[in-house]
């Protein structure tokens, strides 16, 4: 089977399972889903080993692109996609009779499909059209308990998410109408570079589109959606908004700054990316700081790491982009951990939903065991490969030159570093309330996939010391050409 092929797969089974789940009967819905996630996620791990085993030689064509990349993002999300299927049942046990499995699972396969489908898309105008649809997609699940403040943070994601996206597309037609060609056919990644309607004019679209898309990162100022959005979700869609979509859009703009280094300037088109990192790192410092909700925390610890990835990109040195593969895939998977733990922990402390808790080591040991896992890997603690990953962009930047830049992220990173590790004291370690002793559903489970992740985590971090002078790290400094 041809990667085009395989990529075209990869993105119809699961908008097929949610075409299915639309008319399956009702008591099969759960079951259908469950069944379906294994080959959904499992054709995702497939084409991303493909892409990754095969770096050095990218497919792309007019729609459709396959390459070291996009390799990471899609095997992300399969593999937080297949578990947020797994993990669903008990989040939905918690809810409403009045919603039915068949609107969730029907929106959340809709939802894990165009995700899929951004990494592997080869044109600008067809991945922004995709981004829109995620969009669409998340809005609903944000807003599916039907609580009033999730009603609001899904129309505040729509919002603000739909206006940046609006400044997104007018830098794309700026830039087309600069291409050869023109037409939404003349936007793929290649012809990007042959923007002739000279260079002030493609770095005013280049800004407007990195500008637009910062929005749907979640990078700071425009993040504004973010800690609301995810306190709000459903957990399992709190941990595939987080771990996939905001990498998935992120990688976009890390295509478009390759893309157009040759128009704008190598040191103007990553001058961006480090100055959107910077401020995503410095806004996210103080929040760390401060006692928060659980899903709140989570939130805001993802604006932090966009922030890490895009200086990574920024620096582009092979070292820092060794990083910034293991730091996709470590925050990924410790943070979709985190989520998928606030559902046996809200049972167990209704006031975690709003308000930050103290000592769940102390009263659910496992349940603890699990938060701290999850924040300890987060934070960076060795031997978290998001330590490697922190130590290896650092060391880029310096090697990049970029001497200031690089000592200034170091602070940051060292100030979350301080702020999480307290959080994660004060969570698991703190002085504990009163509490129901009761048994709390599906902590079995989060216990099995705490397992699970630890050992992938730490598996990770020793793949992450031969990384910098792989084929996978060169393929990553060649970009998608």
């Not at 044109?123 to 609580?147: P, Q």
């Not at 929005?215 to 700071?220: F, S």
């Not at 908004?241 to 157009?260: D, G, K, T």
Request: contains cysteine; glycine residues 12%; hydrophobic residues 55%.
């Amino acid at each position: 089977m041809t990667r085009e092929i395989f990529a075209i797969a990869v993105i119809a089974v699961p908008a097929g399972v949610s075409a299915l789940l639309a008319l399956v009967p009702s008591r099969l819905v759960t079951r259908v889903a469950l069944v379906c996630a294994l080959p959904t996620g499992g054709l995702a791990l497939t084409l991303a080993t493909r892409a990754i085993t095969d770096a050095g030689h990218p497919f792309t064509s007019k729609w459709i692109a396959v390459d070291a990349a996009g390799g990471l993002i899609v095997g992300v999300t399969g593999l937080v996609g297949l578990a947020s299927v797994l993990v669903s049942p008990a989040y939905l046990a918690t809810v409403s009779r009045e919603h039915r499995e068949r609107q969730y699972f029907a929106v959340l396969y809709a939802f894990w499909a165009v995700v899929l489908a951004v990494p592997l898309v080869g044109n600008l105008g067809g991945a922004w059209l995709l981004i829109e649809a995620t969009t669409a997609a998340s809005a609903l699940l944000v807003g599916f308990s039907g609580r009033p403040r999730a009603l609001e943070a899904g129309w505040k994601y729509l919002i603000l998410t739909s206006v940046g996206l609006g400044v997104a597309l007018l830098g794309i037609v700026l830039l087309a109408a600069g291409i050869p060609g023109g037409g939404l056919g003349a936007l793929t990644w290649h012809a990007l570079g042959t923007y002739d309607g000279g260079r002030h004019t493609a770095i005013v679209g280049y800004l407007l589109l990195l500008a637009g898309l910062a929005a749907k990162i979640g990078w700071a100022p425009v993040h504004n959606w973010l800690p609301d959005a995810h306190s709000e979700a459903p957990a399992p869609v709190s941990a595939l908004l987080s771990a996939a979509l905001l990498p998935a859009v992120l990688l976009v703009a890390w295509r478009c700054e390759h893309s157009l280094a040759p128009v704008v300037g190598i040191q103007t088109a990553q001058g961006v990316l480090i100055g959107f990192g910077l401020v995503s790192l410095a806004v996210a410092v103080p929040f760390l700081w401060r006692p928060q909700a659980w899903k709140r925390l989570l939130a805001y610890s993802s604006l932090e790491h966009m922030g890490v990835i895009a200086l990574g990109i920024g620096f582009g040195t092979p070292l820092a982009l060794a990083g910034v593969a293991v730091h996709i895939v470590g925050h990924a998977i410790a943070k979709a951990l985190g989520f998928y733990a606030a559902t046996p922990l809200l049972r167990h402390e209704p006031r975690a939903a709003g308000h930050a808790v103290t000592g769940i080591g102390h009263t659910r040991p496992e349940l603890g065991a699990t938060l701290g896992i999850s924040l300890g890997f987060l934070a960076g603690l060795p031997p978290s490969p998001l330590f490697l990953s922190e130590l290896l962009i650092v060391a880029g930047g310096f090697q990049s030159g970029r001497l200031w830049t690089a000592a200034t992220s170091t602070i940051l990173l060292a100030l979350g570093f301080l702020g999480v590790m307290h959080a994660l004291l004060e969570t698991t370690a703190g002085k504990a309330r009163r509490r129901d002793s009761g048994p709390v559903p599906g902590l079995r489970g989060l216990s099995a996939l705490t397992a699970v992740s630890t050992v992938l985590l730490l598996a990770l971090t020793g793949v992450g010391m031969w990384l910098p002078h792989s084929e996978l790290v060169k393929a990553l400094v060649a970009g998608i050409s």
